[in-house]
Nanobody, 122 residues
Framework: QGQLVESGGGLVQAGGSLRLSCAAS????????MGWFRQAPGKEREFVAA????????FYGDSVKGRFTISRDVAENSVFLQMNSLKPEDTAVYHC???????????????WGQGTQVTVSS
């Protein structure tokens, strides 16, 4: 499996923006997608966004559509999540993930990073 390392989390006021980054390394040849999911205390894990390995196709969870944008740097084997118009309910640990697009869209993940905390204050 590959290794995934996230960065870019932090504390922001409601309405603000943050940009998360994730670098993939190691055995990534079997992946056809990268993405993000989040986990808030006391809540179920939630799919956030996914992007195909080529970067041509993107998918979003309903709660972030129109506010978040996922993108990818194919040459650098990285994925990014631009988060705008943040809300307190976006507060969670955000994990980068990579693997099969079919699994990501079913909220199933083979590998993920340690996560980065995003806190949105009201």
């Amino acid at each position: 499996q590959g290794q995934l390392v996230e960065s870019g989390g932090g504390l922001v006021q409601a309405g603000g923006s943050l940009r998360l980054s994730c670098a993939a390394s190691g055995r990534t040849f079997s992946y056809d997608a990268m993405g993000w999911f989040r986990q808030a205390p006391g809540k179920e894990r939630e799919f956030v966004a996914a992007i195909s390995w080529s970067g041509r196709s993107t998918f979003y969870g309903d709660s972030v559509k129109g506010r978040f944008t996922i993108s990818r740097d194919v040459a650098e084997n990285s994925v990014f999540l631009q988060m705008n118009s943040l809300k307190p309910e976006d507060t969670a640990v955000y994990h980068c993930t990579a693997g099969s697009m079919a699994l990501l869209l079913r909220d199933e993940y083979d590998t993920w990073g340690q996560g980065t905390q995003v806190t949105v204050s009201s």
